[in-house]
């Protein structure tokens, strides 16, 4: 396993129920996005009935966009447009609005962890090219369990003291360009991420989460990643040496 924990950020007042309904996805009578499976211009717009006005300003990610350096970053939702897209799809009720700004950045938080993670694992292939990957495409799967993520809750129902029994909250696959050199085009590796809940921290009070980052296994070269990320470790363990183990 690759599970990082990753605390939200310092006095955010999300609700872990509300999560569910943080990568909206349009309604079946909307145009998807075909790079984010989002509908193609989330409105800025005041929602009819809407008692709290919303920041309509995007945040610019960290994540670098489509396969060359002049189509930039990667842009966040705005509150507004989070609320838009939530309501078009039916996910609105229940919801407070004074909640979604916050939802918000709880959002994009997660989203930084997991491209963090996805960068520790193309790490060689970094240092090899001497090119960073970039993020092509990602679609939200919040109703479809992993094959991990579904062999972890059989093993739960099974040993419920020693695994976890409760499904992750959310489910993301980014397609990530992998760079084969200079001026040789990239690989697409697609990563799948599970998203955890998390006891809260115990100093603050606030939520915490688990993301469980890794390439899907849809390659002999993401299968040996994977199994040399998870021995590596045991590996370690198994010599004595004093390392900290990320399981």
Not at 139 to 161: I, Q
Not at 177 to 191: A, P, T
Request: hydrophobic fraction near 35%; proline fraction near 8%.
């Amino acid at each position: 396993m690759h599970l990082v924990e990753v605390s939200t950020l310092e006095g955010c007042p999300v609700d872990h129920s509300f999560l569910k309904a943080t990568c909206p996805v349009t309604s079946s009578n909307n145009e998807l996005n075909p790079l984010n499976n989002m509908p193609m211009g989330i409105s800025s717009e005041h929602a009819p009935g809407q008692k709290i006005r919303l920041p309509t300003e995007r945040t610019i990610s960290s994540i670098p966009r489509g396969e060359s350096q002049d189509q930039g970053l990667w842009e966040y939702p705005s509150p507004q447009q989070m609320l838009n897209a939530m309501l078009a799809k039916g996910k609105g009720d229940g919801i407070p609005e004074d909640a979604v700004e916050s939802m918000v950045e709880v959002h994009n938080f997660l989203n930084e962890g997991a491209w963090q993670q996805i960068l520790e694992w193309e790490d060689k292939y970094t240092k090899e090219t001497k090119i960073e990957p970039r993020l092509k495409k990602f679609t939200g799967k919040p109703h479809d369990l992993s094959p991990k993520a579904r062999m972890y809750l059989w093993l739960g129902s099974v040993f419920p003291n020693t695994f976890n029994t409760t499904p992750p909250f959310d489910r993301h696959d980014w397609t990530v360009l992998r760079s084969c050199g200079k001026n040789q085009g990239w690989k697409e590796v697609r990563y799948i991420i599970d998203y955890y809940g998390a006891p809260d921290d115990e100093e603050t009070g606030m939520p915490s989460f688990v993301l469980d980052t890794r390439p899907a296994l849809d390659s002999a070269e993401s299968l040996r990643d994977r199994i040399v990320t998870f021995a590596k470790p045991v590996w370690h363990k198994a010599m004595g040496d004093d390392v900290v183990e990320r399981i």
